[in-house]
């Protein structure tokens, strides 16, 4: 009986399945957003900020501490979906892995 890891074509499938699947997982972004849309960013799993966006109704509240929260509320909640999507996604390869054998 042979092995599938002591075959080289399953081991090379196997690196390129999981270099693929990195790709795919470092390509997730995710949107978050608080104060009713006053203050919103985007980011991609690999930490860069894609989008920022802060309304001139939340520059007008006068007040550097509620802006300050809007903001790390929004990063919250864009960490929250981020890691939401990855885990959907890990499923998603999951079982396309699985399948694939």
Known sequence: MKLPFFDP???NKLREMAENAQKELDSIS????SGGDMVSITIRAN???VDFNISDEAYNLGSKEILTTLIKAAITDAMKNLA???KEKEIELAVNAK???
């Open 9 to 11: 074509n399953f081991a």
């Open 30 to 33: 995710a949107s978050g957003a």
């Open 47 to 49: 930490g860069e900020v």
């Open 84 to 86: 939401a999507a990855k």
């Open 99 to 101: 399948d694939a054998f």
